[in-house]
């Protein structure tokens, strides 16, 4: 028996194939370039498949985090704390900002407020790494791209859920009951979850293609955190600004939020100054189901767009 095999042809085809172009054959036998991007809706629902996989790889990578550390998980409760006990330190007692507060109020309020931003800040940047950072999994596996920056804003969630213990001790031990606007704190968080998931998704496009970008989101967010009243009452401060600026400042999503759940913890402290007018406007919830809804769409597609280039180059 003969051992040596006849080499293979690689000429054009032959037989009914004969004279095609390789666009023609690939469609007759109905190839497909590899890594195509998938159409919005089918795209949509090979996510919608993997959100075990986003939730399991979250959690993975949430446990996996603080595994050096003596302290664990603990970490993810006593950094918030740390930047709210400096906080507290500099603008309620140094800059006196909780002489304007009802007695034991500001350090819920401050509270309140790092806790929410911190959310945005940290999916943000962790979104802007999300590709970058997982360049191995992407080019090893097929899976829709979209599940990671998705996953690393799950991961964020994750660890608000838990120092949402805290916070909550917080707010009781300033003398705060539960009400029926805690209910609100659902949807609020939802909304801000959205928003969050879209700003990561763009982001983590962006920080795909310019890695420079993950240095210089630290500085805006330190901006963004200064000018959306995390410490101090911003709108108090512009009060006297031209009314454009006042308008801007009112439809910024960090302090939308942040003011969507100080309401929802406790209407006093979210209107401090007139406790007799407790009620959030209508308007505050609007902004936050747009940005909410808005932001995720926009981001949503401007990542699909890309979904061919990432990990390639």
Not at 112 to 122: A, K, L, M, S, Y
Not at 288 to 304: C, L, R
């Amino acid at each position: 028996m003969s051992t040596v095999s006849e080499p293979v042809s690689l000429s054009a085809p032959r037989g009914a194939d004969a004279g095609l172009t390789p666009k023609q054959l690939a469609d007759k036998y109905g190839l497909a370039v590899s890594g195509r991007r998938p159409g919005l809706f089918a795209y949509t629902k090979q996510l919608w498949a993997r959100r075990h996989f986003i939730w399991a790889f979250a959690t993975a990578r949430l446990v996996a985090q603080y595994t050096d550390a003596k302290l664990g998980q603990l970490w993810q409760v006593v950094t918030p704390l740390l930047n709210c006990a400096v906080f507290y330190l500099v603008f309620g007692v140094i800059l006196k900002s909780k002489d304007n507060f009802p007695p034991n109020t500001y350090i819920a309020w401050l509270c309140i407020g790092v806790f929410v931003f911190q959310f945005t800040q940290n999916a943000v940047q962790s979104g802007t790494r999300a590709i970058s950072d997982s360049l191995g999994l992407i080019r090893a596996l097929h899976f829709p791209r979209a599940c990671l920056p998705i996953a690393f804003t799950v991961i964020q969630l994750q660890q608000l859920l838990i120092s949402m213990v805290v916070l909550v001790a917080t707010v009781l031990a300033a003398g705060i009951t539960p009400g029926r606007t805690w209910l609100l704190i659902i949807p609020a968080l939802l909304l801000q979850t959205m928003f969050n998931t879209g700003v990561s998704l763009i982001f983590a496009r962006i920080g795909a293609k310019t890695s420079d970008i993950s240095q210089l989101i630290p500085f805006v967010m330190r901006a963004w955190m200064f000018l959306s009243g995390v410490m101090f009452s911003i709108q108090d401060k512009v009060s006297t600004w031209p009314h454009y600026i006042q308008t801007i400042m009112a439809v910024n999503p960090a302090s939308v939020y942040m003011d969507l759940l100080r309401h929802a913890f406790a209407p006093i402290i979210y209107n401090h100054h007139q406790p007799a007018h407790q009620t959030i406007p209508p308007h505050q919830w609007m902004y936050g189901i747009a940005w909410g809804v808005g932001m995720f769409i926009v981001g949503y597609v401007f990542f699909w767009k890309a979904e061919e280039e990432y990990g390639r180059g």
